[in-house]
């Protein structure tokens, strides 16, 4: 149906009726009418609309609320007029102007066909004559279906925002709200003017000697901080409320709650002012140990890998903190103390006291409750590791010469792997024969009485020639590829014994825990010392290489400085024990045989499943380790595959 053109005559029929017309006009500071015009412009042009078409104006009404929900006063009373005649229609900018909800959308259309009202917009009017109230059911589920798109659209954004990490909201004091130009992403970064004045109020918090409003009375007196100033509020000294908030709410060292109150936390990608130990250290200083903070697993680096060598139950891990009084220096656990228990004064007005947090592993005592086995710290287990891994540590000069050897193993090994693969494709032919002449055999007119071949022995004789056709086939298969693979898996291990000691020093707990995965196996623990099963890699190259009381002496003393004797404690704690003291210009045939083993070790894995479950780990986890090439029939020669 073609929309009705207004012009002034389609209005005669009814002037000597017309009391005259409301205007209502309405804008909404939601986003649903972020592109409609303000409400003087909106009046500006409906009073040119009604001096066009002769209309009186009884009132020009107007209203700033959503039309999302009824309830709008304004709308309501003006419904009210209406049905006491007070006035004959309603002019407004568009029918969305009116309602976007079906009770308001309704009682228009009611009053349209009840009362004999009229609407009349720019774009055409609606009445009960014109029989096209069809429209206005039609626009009026336009609009409610816009508010419904945009109310799911924005919990969308919002959900996405959170879920890329950024704050769903106006910024915290300190963080200002910003848009990326190129991708237009809404982001948090740092107020250039409060960030910096922010955090020096967190370092006098930390000190334990200032408390919250001398804190906040520094900092507007002193300092002259005031808050950021919007269209309403701002630019004001942060109120005692504020300064609390602040040193209470998680947002500063990196996590957010949303929607609030809903005990969901995410980690912000936002920079965090500072760390979750120093929130921890204020939450203590305030006396609050119930401060919401997000509900998250503690990452030990070695839970579930050591089992106790006495009950061989698993070992856990366990976080513990204590706090010195700063008046009697009396040391307590303090998470759910709010006083010292020996001079009674409360932690907040401590001066300076000190706080411990300390990791220990211990065997968890569930196989057996008595067993006397003690906990250990975690940097001595850290130690302890390190060790170890000093005595698989091998220079760079020495992997970059041993890499080098490798290759030239590699090469010379070719014809052999040439002869290797001749012989192979000989016998697996020779195996196709056999079985060929085995059915030929059972199925030979002379044999239909089993005399020349009987059922079991034909079945015997054909589970052998199986098996032995299936062993073929997987070294014809492995052929190149397994040389090339010992070559990668080789090179990778030279150069995880390069850099594993410092990657573990310098790693987080995810780190630590798969190069302890990697290096070995039945891992326990027994009077506080771990004890390491490592794989045969390592083994070689702990076995194979010089000790530092052995070789290294005899090399240029006048240089290390090492004393002649044996100690192993010593020896276990000297990082250069395969580093620089080993130089290239002292590699002799032990050495060429130390590269040799492993080569011709990883050569012998070939494709059995039970053997690289160690490497899988170890080239899916450790980036630096080159994968191992592809073989001529494009297949992955990676034994993680």
């Excluded at 304004?74 to 407004?92: K, P, S, T, W, Y």
């Excluded at 119930?290 to 998250?296: A, G, L, S, V």
């Excluded at 002869?419 to 059915?439: F, G, H, I, P």
Aim: aromatic share 8%; with cysteine; charged share 30%.
């Amino acid at each position: 149906m073609a929309p009705q053109q207004i012009t002034r005559t389609s209005f005669t029929h009814i002037t000597h009726a017309m009391t005259g017309y409301f205007i209502y006009c309405r804008k909404s500071s939601e986003a649903e009418d972020r592109q409609v015009l303000s409400i003087e412009s909106q009046t500006r042009e409906l009073e040119q609309l009604a001096a066009k078409l002769q209309v009186p104006v009884v009132e020009i009404l107007t209203e700033s609320k959503s039309a999302k929900d009824p309830g709008r006063p304004v709308f309501n009373q003006m419904m009210q007029r209406l049905h006491r005649g007070e006035a004959a229609g309603i002019i407004c900018w568009k029918l969305d102007r009116l309602a976007r909800n079906p009770m308001d959308g309704g009682s228009i259309i009611w009053a349209i066909k009840q009362q004999g009202i009229k609407v009349v917009t720019p774009a055409q009017s609606y009445a009960r004559e014109d029989d096209n109230i069809i429209l206005m059911y039609i626009e009026f589920g336009m609009a409610q279906k816009y508010v419904d798109d945009l109310s799911k659209n924005v919990k969308r954004g919002l959900k996405t925002k959170i879920q890329k990490g950024w704050y769903p909201g106006v910024a915290p004091v300190g963080y200002l709200n910003a848009t990326v130009k190129w991708s237009g992403e809404k982001v948090l970064v740092k107020d250039p003017e409060r960030f910096d004045l922010l955090r020096r109020m967190w370092d006098l918090m930390l000190t334990g000697m200032h408390t919250p409003p001398r804190i906040r009375e520094i900092a507007s007196r002193e300092w002259g901080f005031r808050t950021r100033r919007t269209r309403r509020m701002g630019g004001k000294p942060l109120s005692l409320s504020g300064i609390y908030h602040i040193f209470n709410n998680p947002f500063y060292y990196g996590w957010f709650e949303s929607p609030r109150g809903s005990g969901q936390w995410h980690q912000g990608n936002h920079d965090p002012m500072v760390t979750e130990a120093e929130f921890d250290r204020v939450q203590t200083l305030l006396g609050r140990h119930c401060t919401p903070r997000p509900i998250t697993k503690l990452a030990f680096a070695f839970t579930g890998l050591i089992r106790c060598a006495e009950c061989k139950g698993m070992i856990t891990a366990e976080e513990k903190h204590q706090l010195i009084c700063g008046h009697c220096r009396f040391k307590f656990a303090y998470r759910h103390r709010s006083n010292c228990p020996r001079c009674a004064t409360p932690v907040e007005n401590m001066t300076n006291p000190t706080i411990l947090d300390y990791t220990y592993y211990r065997c968890t005592k569930r196989v057996t409750p008595k067993c006397s086995q003690k906990s250990i710290r975690d940097d001595a287990l850290e130690q302890q590791i390190d060790q170890y891994l000093a005595r698989i540590q091998i220079s760079n000069r020495f992997k970059e010469w041993a890499q080098r050897y490798l290759r030239e193993l590699h090469a010379a090994d070719a014809k052999s792997r040439v002869d290797e693969s001749k012989a192979q494709q000989s016998a697996y032919d020779d195996c196709l024969r056999r079985l060929d002449n085995l059915v030929r055999l059972k199925t030979a007119p002379g044999n239909h009485d089993g005399s020349l071949l009987s059922d079991e022995e034909y079945l015997q004789q054909r589970m052998g020639l199986t098996k032995e056709k299936s062993r073929l086939e997987v070294s014809l298969q492995d052929g190149e590829g397994g040389a090339d693979r010992g070559l990668g898996l080789s090179e990778g291990t030279l150069e995880f014994a390069s850099t594993a000691r410092s990657r573990f020093a310098r790693g987080d707990a995810k780190v630590k825990r798969e190069i302890l995965t990697a290096i070995g196996s039945n891992l326990t623990l027994q009077a506080k010392k771990l004890r390491i099963e490592a794989i045969k890699p390592f083994v070689i190259l702990e076995n194979s290489m010089p000790r530092s009381d052995q070789e290294n002496i005899g090399l240029e003393p006048e240089k290390t400085g090492l004393n002649q004797g044996s100690n192993d404690e010593a020896d276990a704690e000297i990082p250069s024990v395969l580093g620089d003291l080993y130089d290239v210009r002292t590699l002799d045939h032990r050495n060429r045989n130390l590269v040799r083993t492993l080569y011709h070790y990883f050569r012998s894995v070939g494709l059995d499943s039970k053997q690289p479950v160690w490497l899988q780990k170890f080239l899916g986890h450790d980036k630096i380790i080159p994968l191992p090439k592809k073989d001529k029939r494009g297949e992955d020669l990676s034994l993680a595959a």
